[in-house]
């Protein structure tokens, strides 16, 4: 019996490295580069918005503190 995937688990976890090599990209290139690394993994486009949004807003305030 196979279980169900987590889809946005798995799109975080695909684009976790990705958006590390990017965390000091603009805004634009970052969110251009990793929507589309994900895109073409398969992932939906809100799905990549979603884990893009995420890793973004991290980088910003990890770089506040």
Same mark, same amino acid.
């Given at each position: +019996?196979? /279980?169900? +995937?987590?889809?946005? $688990?798995?799109?975080?976890?695909?684009?976790?490295?990705?958006?590390? &090599?990017?965390?000091?990209?603009?805004? $634009?290139t970052?969110?251009?580069?990793?929507?589309?690394?994900?895109?073409?993994?398969g992932? $939906?486009? /809100?799905t990549a918005r979603?884990v893009?949004?995420?890793?973004w807003? /991290?980088? &910003? +305030?990890? /770089? &506040?503190?």
């Open positions: +019996v196979l /279980e169900p +995937v987590d889809v946005s $688990d798995s799109a975080y976890r695909s684009g976790r490295k990705k958006a590390r &090599q990017l965390r000091n990209a603009d805004r $634009d970052f969110y251009r580069k990793l929507t589309a690394y994900l895109a073409r993994r992932f $939906d486009y /809100e979603e893009t949004d995420h890793y807003n /991290e980088f &910003q +305030v990890a /770089e &506040q503190d």
